[in-house]
């Protein structure tokens, strides 16, 4: 943490999280709007066009994300396994303290109570206990759930017969739509391609949910500025923003563990 023209500054995004995120955002857009071309024929560019740039972003796209930013989230922090577990617990994982968060942010909706601090800074140990909109850690999770559909299913609409070192990887998946597709009436190919759709569809409205939580409200978008460009944030803002000291510290580690002891505790019939 560094002190600047009377301004607490601190490093939330690095540079490789800022590209991670700027490629990620970039690739999502063009596989939407290719995509659409090509199961729709929208006329802004030619077919064959449109299947080569989608081809070209798939896997820039599956490599930012499965690549780039699990490195990015367990590099970030210090010690062992154990340490990186409980970061990425803390800050991609939605979890009591995130439930306490959302049903404080569905109170202020209706005019009961402030909105909630959702960027909290440990200042004695010098990072970020969590940074994270609390539904974004619920859009995290599907997200990753949708772009593995999305890659399963785009395997065979690519390629029928696409193998990997040999292996028929798309025959596999086939088989797998085997045995879901009938109960739909369908066929395998018909499933995956139903399903691939439809998580381009799920994608358009977590894009929209995404960036409508920080477009609605002046006070956030701060965090454009942090994630595209300077990748730091102003604590002295307190917006959305809460700066643990040894007593705050305290309290907050009082919290969460007594939302663990509530879930430990047995339930009496």
């Not at 995290?140 to 609409?157: K, N, P, Q, R």
Request: proline share 3%; net charge positive.
């Amino acid at each position: 943490m560094k002190t600047r023209k009377n301004e607490t500054v601190v490093e939330r995004y690095t540079v490789l999280d800022r590209a991670a995120h700027t490629i990620h955002a970039f690739a999502m857009v063009l596989l939407i709007l290719t995509g659409l071309k090509i199961y729709a024929g929208w006329d802004f560019m030619s077919f064959h066009n449109a299947r080569a740039l989608h081809m070209i972003m798939v896997p820039i796209l599956l490599a930012v994300n499965w690549i780039i930013i699990p490195y990015n989230i367990f590099s970030s922090s210090k010690g062992g396994v154990r340490n990186k577990i409980e970061h990425f617990m803390d800050h991609y994982i939605f979890g009591p303290e995130d439930a306490k968060r959302t049903v404080a942010i569905l109170k202020n909706f209706f005019g009961k109570g402030e909105y909630p601090a959702f960027s909290i800074y440990d200042k004695e140990e010098g990072h970020y206990k969590t940074k994270l909109h609390p539904v974004m850690k619920i859009l995290i999770v599907l997200e990753g759930t949708a772009l593995f559909l999305i890659a399963v299913s785009g395997i065979v609409l690519y390629k029928l017969d696409w193998a990997l070192f040999g292996l028929p990887v798309a025959s596999w998946i086939l088989s797998i739509g085997d045995l879901i597709g009938p109960a739909l009436g369908l066929s395998s190919l018909q499933f995956f391609r139903l399903l691939h759709l439809l998580m381009t569809y799920w994608f358009v409205f977590e894009l929209v949910i995404h960036v409508g939580i920080l477009e609605f409200d002046p006070h956030v978008w701060k965090y454009y500025k942090a994630i595209f460009w300077t990748g730091k944030e102003d604590l002295s803002d307190k917006h959305f923003v809460k700066v643990l000291n040894k007593s705050s510290k305290k309290t907050y580690q009082d919290n969460e563990r007594s939302w663990s002891d509530a879930e430990k505790a047995p339930v009496k019939d």
